[in-house]
């Protein structure tokens, strides 16, 4: 079974700052990566998708993710934290099934923002 | 023009009764999904069916029903309800290819509080 862990459950920067929210992947094959974000009582919205292509994926809001093989990591990144970033972030992996996709979540990672 | 909408939003009630929650994308997908998050924002599928057919039944109470009259809508009914059931339950929707995963459109979600 294919599993994700995010290392941290909460992290803090301040606003204009790099911001680093780390992945690490379990999977017995080459695996489709995502990060997903939840605003406060809202939807989950996909901020990128990792299937196979450049290692080095963008996505929306200035997030970019990175796939190393060798480290089995997924990390996400931003150059500069703004106040709207503030959310919970998921790293999630896909199992592929015949009709259908099964995401597998990680915990979650709570970003706050100080200004 | 909202993707996933989900109905209703919030659903309080007490213990024993059962309820439905309803869902339905406007995006031409063809397959739809219902996820659970607990208390601690974890997030794990419950169904997904594909075109009306079921394809995923994660180790859920048969209190739980889930029923998808045409590929644009699916329903969720739960039987009996239990405080163990108060969560906030997600509907999503994907397009499946089985060359690759796409990632899924989530809806607003259903805070359902069981007294």
């Known amino acids: 079974a294919q599993s994700v862990t995010q290392l941290d459950s909460h992290v803090s920067v301040s606003e204009g700052t790099p911001v680093l929210l780390r992945c690490n992947y379990s999977?017995?094959?080459?695996?489709?990566l995502f990060w997903y974000v939840q605003h406060p009582n809202k939807g989950l919205q996909l901020l990128l998708k990792y299937t196979s292509a450049a290692t080095l994926v963008k996505g929306i809001n200035g997030f970019e993710a990175e796939f190393k093989k060798s480290e089995t990591s997924f990390h996400l990144t931003k150059p500069s934290a703004h106040m709207s970033d503030a959310a919970e972030y998921f790293c999630v992996v896909s199992e592929g099934i015949q009709g259908a996709q099964k995401l597998v979540f990680g915990q979650g990672t709570r970003l706050t923002i100080n200004p | 023009d909202t993707a996933v909408s989900q109905t209703p939003k919030y659903l309080v009630t007490q213990m024993g009764n059962d309820k439905s929650i309803k869902c339905e994308q406007n995006?031409?997908?063809?397959?739809m999904y219902w996820y659970k998050q607990d208390s601690k924002k974890f997030l794990k599928i419950m169904f997904s069916y594909n075109n009306k057919e079921l394809i995923i039944n994660e180790t859920v109470p048969n209190r739980f029903s889930p029923k998808s009259p045409d590929k644009a809508h699916l329903n969720l009914h739960i039987n009996s309800l239990e405080l163990g059931d108060s969560a906030v339950y997600f509907c999503?929707?994907?397009?499946?290819?089985?060359?690759?995963?796409?990632?899924?459109?989530f809806g607003p979600g259903t805070r359902l509080t069981v007294l």
């Open positions: 999503a929707s994907s397009q499946y290819r089985r060359s690759e995963s796409q990632g899924q459109f």
């Open positions: 995006l031409g997908h063809d397959t």
């Open positions: 999977s017995s094959y080459s695996p489709s």
